[in-house]
């Protein structure tokens, strides 16, 4: 694929991050790619553990150069890497698996008999020239062929895989890593060339319409979900009628209304 400059495979590592931040620190043209059976070090958003096993999910990071974008819009890279693998997902399901969203700013997750399952994180990291970016990297950890009895205790009411979420058929990571490239590629050069499909972005967020709680470093968030500053990508939340919307830049969703059921997440 002529997306990807190197693309290496690892039995184990500490991290795909560490690894593609010391290639683009070499030099390597983008887009280098990273995966991993395994992880030790895996980290999600908020600086969280992200745990895995053998041949369950997919581990990969992506390293960029994308000099065009600039530093207020880097947050669009994780969103398109996230609607990419929205669509990948998506596609190797079958037509009656839980069907698939994306819960601000861009975890995917599954909608099982009204409740809000993760399903992968994705994670960025960057560096800046002047305004605009010089790399940046994207990892992203899906649940890809775990069975819900394997789930780690401390998670099993909150995560899914891709596999239960088709009712249990089996999910070639492979395959969707090629569907994810593929469904990349042109999101990508798009955004180098200055656009960046906010309506889709915001369309595939489960929290539009919908009453969240959302958690930040300073407070506690509760309203309606009502769209996102396409500027930033804040979530914005309506509090109370006739009150500003509340535009948070940083902070988890740890409640969301779905199908009018109020569901932890």
Not at 11 to 20: E, F, G, H, M
Not at 48 to 63: H, Y
Request: glycine residues 10%.
């Amino acid at each position: 694929m002529d997306f990807v400059s190197r693309l290496e495979r690892f039995d184990r590592l500490a991290s795909t991050q560490s690894v593609v931040r010391d290639w683009l620190a070499d030099d390597v043209d983008e887009v280098c790619v990273a995966v991993a059976d395994v992880q030790t070090d895996g980290r999600g958003r908020l600086d969280r553990v992200w745990q895995d096993r053998p041949g369950g999910a997919l581990l990969a990071s992506l390293g960029f150069r994308p000099v065009e974008v600039t530093a207020a819009h880097g947050w669009q890279l994780s969103a398109i890497a996230s609607i990419a693998m929205l669509g990948a997902a998506t596609s190797l399901l079958g037509p009656t698996a839980d069907r698939l969203a994306l819960k601000w700013p861009n975890d995917i997750v599954a909608i099982h008999h009204g409740r809000l399952l993760k399903v992968a994180g994705v994670l960025a990291e960057s560096s800046l020239e002047g305004d605009h970016l010089a790399t940046a990297i994207v990892g992203v950890g899906v649940n890809v062929d775990w069975a819900r009895g394997d789930y780690p205790a401390d998670l099993a009411d909150t995560m899914w895989s891709l596999s239960e979420a088709s009712g249990r058929r089996r999910i070639d990571r492979e395959a969707l890593l090629s569907a994810w490239l593929e469904r990349l590629q042109p999101l990508y050069e798009e955004l180098k060339g200055g656009h960046f499909d906010a309506l889709r972005w915001a369309d595939a967020q489960v929290t539009t319409g919908a009453t969240v709680v959302v958690e930040t470093d300073e407070t506690t968030v509760r309203g309606t979900g009502v769209g996102f500053d396409r500027e930033s990508g804040s979530l914005l939340v309506r509090i109370g009628p006739g009150r500003p919307l509340s535009a948070i830049t940083v902070g988890d969703v740890v409640r969301c209304g779905v199908d009018d059921a109020a569901v932890e997440v």
